[in-house]
């Protein structure tokens, strides 16, 4: 993995935790405005927007340079409108780059001819 695609991982593992956590808040905001006189969902409406733009466009610039098939992206994509859907993409990501960094090492040592 050369260096443009492990820093479109790290962008998109970077955005999805917590893309993940403005969904959660969402939701308890909007729990809090139908329960009480509180009202932060339009802030927390505009805080998830821009998450979940971020999201999608750094899936899209990490899906064009690792070249993933389209069900996998699909799957991060769903993901995303999970509402915790974010920290099983973060976990899935981190699975990935720890396997290809592996295999990078691996085919430095000669182990794998690739």
């Not at 991982?9 to 939701?27: G, H, K």
């Given at each position: 993995?050369?260096?443009?695609?492990?820093?479109?991982?790290?962008?998109?593992?970077?955005?999805?935790?917590?893309?993940?956590?403005?969904?959660?808040?969402?939701?308890?905001?909007?729990?809090?405005?139908?329960?009480?006189?509180?009202?932060?969902?339009?802030?927390?409406?505009?805080?998830?927007?821009?998450?979940?733009?971020?999201?999608?466009?750094?899936?899209?610039?990490?899906?064009?340079?690792?070249?993933?098939?389209?069900?996998?992206?699909?799957?991060?994509?769903?993901?995303?409108?999970?509402?915790?859907?974010?920290?099983?993409?973060?976990?899935?990501?981190?699975?990935?780059?720890?396997?290809?960094?592996?295999?990078?090492?691996?085919r430095k040592?000669?182990?794998?001819?690739?």
């Open positions: 993995m050369d260096m443009t695609t492990a820093s479109a991982l790290r962008r998109l593992r970077l955005v999805s935790a917590p893309e993940a956590v403005s969904w959660l808040l969402l939701i308890v905001c909007i729990v809090l405005k139908n329960t009480t006189s509180f009202n932060a969902v339009p802030v927390m409406g505009w805080v998830h927007g821009i998450s979940f733009i971020l999201y999608v466009v750094f899936l899209a610039d990490a899906w064009n340079r690792t070249k993933w098939p389209l069900k996998r992206a699909a799957l991060y994509f769903v993901l995303s409108l999970l509402p915790t859907g974010g920290f099983f993409a973060d976990r899935m990501l981190r699975r990935e780059a720890e396997a290809s960094v592996i295999a990078a090492r691996a040592e000669g182990v794998v001819n690739a």
